[in-house]
């Protein structure tokens, strides 16, 4: 296979990127899109902020253009993502428990019933852990005003308002075996033996020099993909450029291909320049929309 979707499709897997409704009408960008990848992750349309910006009133132009996209050429959707601290609009912080429990079960009710049967995996709760060895929850406004219990919740919700969608809990700093993912694997461990409903675990995988690619990623999924869910890498970019940064990006590949329950892998953008990331050349394709090492190096592990 000559592309990066094809090749994945071969092994099973999906192999996806993180995409801009605002970038879409840009020739090489959706040329890019269009032949390489097989599944899409909306950047920030799906989020609070985006689609529901006062209490009640949803919009969801800017994420219904990415799907259509998307859709109309065979590629899949991640969903990205329906409870999480950050891209949170202000009236959301500022409710009482009471009122704050109801809005989230009407988000994810609202934004998973218009998207019902399109989207193939759901990151339910996002980044609800916090970094370090404490393996504490992150304070937010879920987390202070409705405790432990929020994530729970959430996935319940998300269960009865689209039972086919794979729910997902998705999270960063927990590619490798530390506090952090024991944190998640003890949620889902726990989720799993009381019978709560969860599919996957998303893994960011944002790497650079100070987070690099650790040495026990494959053990850590295969962990997480023993306890009954699949796994999923789903924002990967890695900081660096040349063989360096291409022999990182095949190990990740590896990684997640040795998995069995690995089932797809997401790039958190598509050429360089509209990474999120403010400096650095983390992606498979360069401003110029030329494959990089990393883009070879990835097409020959999958
Ligand atoms: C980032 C987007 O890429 C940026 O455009 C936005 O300004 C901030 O959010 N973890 C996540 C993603 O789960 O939603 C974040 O995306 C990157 C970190």
């Known amino acids: 296979a000559d ?6 499709a071969e092994k099973g897997r999906y ?12 020739a090489q960008y959706a040329a890019t899109l269009n032949t390489e990848f097989n599944s899409v ?3 920030n349309e799906m989020k609070w902020d985006a689609l529901e910006p006062s209490r009640g009133s949803f919009g969801f132009g800017n994420a219904d253009r990415i799907v259509d996209h998307a859709r109309s050429r065979g590629k899949s959707v991640r969903g990205h993502t329906l409870v999480w601290h950050s891209q949170l609009p202000g009236w959301v912080s500022g409710l009482g428990a009471t ?5 989230m079960n009407n988000h994810i009710t609202q934004v998973m019933t218009h998207y019902r049967g399109a989207i193939h995996s759901w990151d339910v709760v996002n ?17 202070d005003k ?6 729970e919740e959430a996935f319940r919700t998300a269960r009865a308002a689209d039972p086919n969608a794979k729910l997902c809990y998705n999270d960063y700093n927990t590619d490798g075996v530390n506090a952090k993912s024991n944190a998640v694997y003890n949620l889902v461990r726990d989720f799993k033996s009381r019978g709560v ?3 996957c675990v998303g893994f960011q995988s944002h790497f650079n020099s100070a987070s690099p690619v650790p040495s026990d990623y494959r053990a850590n999924l295969q962990r997480f993909a023993d306890l009954g869910v699949d796994v999923q890498i789903t924002e990967l970019d890695i900081e660096g450029s040349g063989t360096t940064q291409a022999t990182h990006y095949g190990n990740v590949v590896t990684a997640c291909l040795a998995v069995s329950r690995c089932t797809g892998i997401t790039v958190w953008g598509i050429p360089d320049k509209y990474s999120w990331r403010s400096s650095g050349t983390p992606l498979l394709f360069d401003d110029n929309y030329t494959k990089k090492p990393a883009y070879h190096a990835v097409l020959s592990a999958l």
């Open 3 to 8: 592309t990066l979707g094809s090749a994945a």
């Open 15 to 26: 192999f996806g990127a993180a995409v801009a409704a605002n970038r879409l009408g840009e």
């Open 41 to 43: 992750t909306p950047e």
């Open 99 to 103: 009122d704050l429990r109801s809005a």
């Open 127 to 143: 980044e609800a852990f916090q970094d370090g060895s404490s393996g504490a929850r992150r304070s937010s406004p879920f987390q």
């Open 146 to 151: 409705l405790g432990n219990g929020f994530i």
């Open 197 to 199: 409903p969860i599919d």
